[in-house]
């Protein structure tokens, strides 16, 4: 049973900082890897997708990286401001799910960013 | 970009009370969409799978008769939660998977907060 896993749990830091995230998976048989963002009673934003044969994905001042075969991943936030204080959670599917593609999800990381 | 919403946001209910929940994929077409439900300060907990013209399939321990799933259309999955009670208070999130897509990517609504009294 695949198994995901987020640390820290709790962050927070001052704006400004860059500051990493990180996933753990036990089954590296995935077929990619998503991180999303939830705020305060929201719903999920898609933040980043990898595909299990992509090592890395950018967008803006977010860098995700991937690495299969040791089951981990890391989400990158470059010069952090207080607006992405927020809940950050990574979420894995499985290789042979096909149309049924769950997602498994991690424990997500709470991060908050002070002025 | 491909956007999911819900209806309605937010919902209190009296306890008995059946509960419908909608969620539509308004710029693509999504043969698969999945119900989330989510306690304060927990991860996502898969509920179903809602495949289009077809039964749901639910995740072990969830009752399907209690969660009733219709996924009549290519871009409307709806969540009846039937005789709800106050243990049936939670946040629901649906997510829906881009037909079209080759990354299997999925988009989530906004969330539909439930409140049994």
């Known amino acids: 049973k695949q198994e995901v896993t987020q640390i820290p749990a709790a962050l927070s830091v001052p704006e400004g900082e860059n500051l990493v995230l990180n996933c753990s998976f036990t089954d590296s048989a995935i077929y990619n890897l998503q991180w999303f963002r939830q705020d305060p009673g929201k719903g999920l934003t898609s933040l980043l997708l990898i595909q299990s044969s992509q090592r890395e994905q950018t967008s803006g001042r977010l860098n995700a990286s991937l690495d299969k075969s040791s089951g981990r991943s890391t989400l990158y936030i470059a010069a952090s401001q207080p607006g992405d204080s927020a809940t950050y959670l990574c979420?894995?599917?499985?290789?042979?799910?096909?149309?049924?593609?769950?997602?498994?999800f991690g424990t997500g990381t709470r991060l908050q960013v002070t002025l | 970009g491909a956007v999911v919403s819900q209806h309605p946001s937010w919902v209190i209910c009296k306890s008995g009370t059946s509960v419908k929940i909608e969620c539509r994929s308004l710029?693509?077409?999504?043969?698969?969409m999945f119900w989330y439900r989510q306690f304060p300060k927990q991860s996502l907990m898969l509920m179903a799978t809602s495949n289009e013209g077809s039964k749901a399939t639910y995740e072990q321990g969830v009752e399907k008769d209690k969660f009733l799933i219709n996924h009549a259309s290519l871009t409307l999955s709806t969540l009846t939660v039937t005789s709800a009670h106050p243990e049936d208070s939670s946040f629901y999130i649906c997510s829906a998977r881009d037909l079209a897509g080759v990354r299997n990517e999925q988009f989530f609504g906004p969330g539909t907060r439930l409140t049994v009294l």
């Open positions: 979420a894995v599917i499985k290789v042979g799910t096909g149309t049924a593609s769950k997602l498994t």
């Open positions: 710029d693509f077409q999504a043969t698969t």
